[in-house]
């Protein structure tokens, strides 16, 4: 019965990784595999261009310790892919050949996981149906660091992301600390999120105070100002001997120019695409003459599932399994979404909401996150976030390594003639 | 009777700090309050300086909840300092000042916790008793992440920033692998150890064979061909589709120049103290256009106490309660050190060296450990390495963050009516 009945599903990584999107394969692989309307399993290798390139993973032959082993693996398993479809009027190949493809390997279930990107690629091929005749149900399954997904009261990724940040910011707060009375005064860490400042307000959650670091926050929302911030970092060392500064990659300037692209050039005249860490430093060392340090999280902070927030996993696996459950009820073009009903005890559950609602849009840290003085966080923004960086879930070890897994990625046999180029 | 025979003992951080050196400080204090010969214990704050300033911490005030919690807690709880005693004959004011001190407080151990320059400092001080007629019984407790004192097996911090490192390679190595086929193809990072290449060495231990990341390791001890360098990067993606690069801050040319003093200026044409990575990541850049990103751990790999080795924990807490054991049973200017008994499986025994021997001198990486090609690490490397990140030993959480402890700090009332500048 089931076997002519049902359909096969089509899973793929897409955009940036993170420290739990292997936590939502499982969650999709896991559910997908005992769900009775669904027949083979199969993942895209690269995202949607494992899709059109017919480059497909048999995920029925990966043990089921594998699966199980991806919800402690960082990173896209599957492999990931930076690829934006165009329009269907724009590219109707690409389109056609999805169809080819899911044609020939009887795909009916789409799921694909990333971000905002992401869930406009997913929106699109939702549309097939409609537009072209051949129907698939397609759930996108959140996922990004950056936590700007709007309509889900978190994104999976974010709150490990976060975890990282808050417990870096504390231990090396405690370090520069030490060593201030002789040495460094002053230290920035630099954090990702290019246009929302979610993972450099998690940095936040380090201290409580202002003695505590760190003790200036440089938002993206926030336009920079030199002579204001110069200040705060002077009256900061005054006070407490020292300062701690985490600063978003999209810290600018309040005509939209970047602090990282302060036009740094090298020995040859080269412009210098480097960190906004450096530039502030430096900007300190010019105007105060304080012995500085900085670092760059840069991957390290998305990819340290060895610190992951219990929380985070916990959810992500959760939004993987309810695509699925929503996929074989017959939902198309809707993505899982994370209601909170309270925040201390935390409370959470599943909901969903419309691929459209939430495809290219993006949610910025709202004004009341934001402390009046611009450089640090409110108590509600505390409050929201720090359910989100909630336990830990410690990854197994082997030779004093975490022991992540591998997938074997068996190609499944090509049915097509035809080669697509991406 | 003890409290009339006994003499006091001070104890302080000196160098930069490390994830465990607080443990070093568990095992002096621990190990001190319970020795009959020992009165009381103080602690500088800042290293020496708190000697000659007379700013000396009562560790006695403290409760034995926090001295445990020191076990936990990354960087130095006292304050640490870089801050070198001149020799007698050129600065005798120093000394005079510390048997000042040393006389007002009864104190007769000194427990000195840092590295080859502190064990410098440590060794004048043992000698105050000859030429200045104040015997006091000096000790140094090993600490130094970068792992180059001599005459013992491995020095407390090294093995948890190793830990770090590794772990670290493995995880954003598995990041760049899922983003390739789109995106980054090359990832650097930066990792301490100016001279000497021992952690970046334990990027090594994040993969094995040439496949796994990371795929080539820039060491100190090996002067830096860029050529050469460039080949191996382009002969990696074309093999593997990407390249995972650690490099040491203080690679080199053969002229002795550091690759992170390229002579990068900011847009006004003042020198950049910047990192190495941002130089080796536009390296790349500029010869193969690849997509890069970069990262510099700086002191997030230091204080990363989350990720501390278990062995490295237990050996920063063994010197320090063995350097009180030999103290108290007179043995003077010396430090004790890490015996490796057996690699697989590992045993280790606390044996202890003259601080003369240590003082002031590097262990650099032996060529056996670097591999023939020059970018990783020998078998035996590892055979070395591997014991040392052996072990978990998570710290307790609370809210979602490592629950650190902070000392009460109370001071010991002054004596003197002198102040003394440093």
Request: hydrophobic letters at 40%; a positive charge.
């Amino acid at each position: 019965m089931k076997k002519t009945a049902s359909r096969n599903a089509f899973y793929a990584q897409s955009g940036g990784v993170s420290a739990v999107i292997n936590a939502s394969a499982c969650g999709v692989i896991e559910t997908a595999l005992r769900s009775r309307p669904i027949g083979k399993v199969y993942a895209g290798r690269h995202g949607i261009i494992g899709a059109l390139t017919e480059d497909l993973i048999d995920v029925g032959r990966e043990s089921a310790a594998t699966i199980r082993a991806l919800r402690h693996t960082p990173a896209g398993a599957f492999g990931s892919a930076r690829f934006k479809l165009k329009g269907i009027d724009q590219n109707r190949a690409e389109y056609e050949r999805l169809i080819e493809v899911f044609r020939a390997h009887n795909i009916g279930y789409f799921f694909y996981n990333g971000g905002n990107d992401s869930m406009d690629t997913a929106l699109k091929v939702s549309q097939i149906g409609a537009s072209l005749g051949f129907p698939v149900t397609c759930v996108g399954v959140p996922k990004t660091v950056d936590n700007d997904l709007p309509h889900t009261d978190c994104c999976p990724g974010f709150g490990s992301v976060a975890k990282y940040v808050a417990v870096s910011t504390r231990e090396a707060g405690l370090d520069v600390a030490s060593m201030a009375r002789t040495s460094t005064k002053v230290f920035v860490l630099e954090v990702m999120g290019r246009h929302a400042g979610w993972i450099a307000a998690a940095g936040g959650l380090a201290g409580r105070g202002p003695a505590a670091p760190p003790h200036l926050i440089l938002f993206p929302e926030v336009p920079f100002e030199q002579q204001k911030f110069l200040e705060r970092v002077r009256a900061c060392v005054d006070a407490y001997g020292y300062c701690v500064i985490v600063v978003s990659e999209g810290a600018a300037y309040a005509d939209g120019r970047f602090l990282a692209d302060a036009g740094t050039r090298d020995a040859f005249g080269h412009t210098q695409l480097g960190g906004v860490a450096p530039v502030v430093a430096n900007m300190v060392r010019e105007a105060h003459g304080y012995k500085y340090h900085w670092a760059v999280a840069d991957y390290l902070q998305r990819s340290a599932r060895h610190i992951a927030s219990r929380v985070d996993v916990e959810q992500a696996y959760a939004v993987g399994k309810a695509a699925v459950e929503l996929a074989v009820k017959g939902v198309n073009a809707v993505m899982p979404t994370i209601v909170r009903k309270r925040s201390k005890p935390y409370r959470w559950v599943i909901g969903h909401v419309p691929l459209a609602a939430v495809a290219n849009k993006e949610k910025k840290l709202p004004p009341e996150y934001i402390r009046e003085d611009s450089f640090g966080i409110t108590a509600a923004c505390r409050r929201y976030l720090e359910p989100l960086i909630a336990g830990e879930a410690y990854p197994p070890y082997r030779d004093g390594l975490p022991d992540y897994v591998h997938i074997r990625g068996v190609a499944v046999r090509r049915k097509l003639k035809t080669d697509f180029k991406v």
